[in-house]
């Protein structure tokens, strides 16, 4: 069956860097759009980054310059490198994936279970 499971979270100071990684498994990976969503405590799941199955990416407003989504189609894993850091950026961030080669918002299939990132001020 399809599992994404995420790494690589932490805790950080703010102007600090964390990479997140998603092993995927169960799916053929190269063929999927690929996201990462995250949720602050208190708050609705929002979208951070997408990749769709030839490469191309989208961020959001809040993340862009700083955040850069990347995937290997040889070892089925995804990445989300976080740079500059904000306390605000403190979530649950989740790894998802659509059955589709293209990519729409947070629409996705599959989740993850999540990795906490907190970001201290």
């Known amino acids: 069956q399809v599992q994404l499971v995420e790494s690589g979270g932490g805790s950080v100071q703010a102007g600090g860097s964390l990479t997140l990684s998603c092993a995927a498994s169960?799916?053929?990976?190269?063929?999927?759009?690929m996201g990462w969503v995250r949720q602050a405590p208190g708050k609705e799941r929002e979208g951070v980054a997408t990749?769709?199955?030839?490469?191309?990416?989208t961020y959001e407003d809040y993340v862009k310059g700083r955040f850069t989504i990347s995937r290997d189609n040889a070892k089925n894993t995804l990445y989300l490198q976080m740079n500059s850091l904000k306390p605000e950026d403190t979530a649950l961030y989740y790894c998802?994936?659509?059955?589709?080669?293209?990519?729409?918002?947070?629409?996705?299939?599959?989740w993850g279970q999540g990795t906490q990132v907190t970001v201290s001020s």
């Open positions: 998802a994936a659509r059955n589709t080669w293209w990519c729409r918002g947070i629409d996705f299939d599959y």
């Open positions: 990749i769709n199955s030839d490469g191309a990416t």
């Open positions: 169960g799916f053929t990976y190269s063929y999927y759009c």
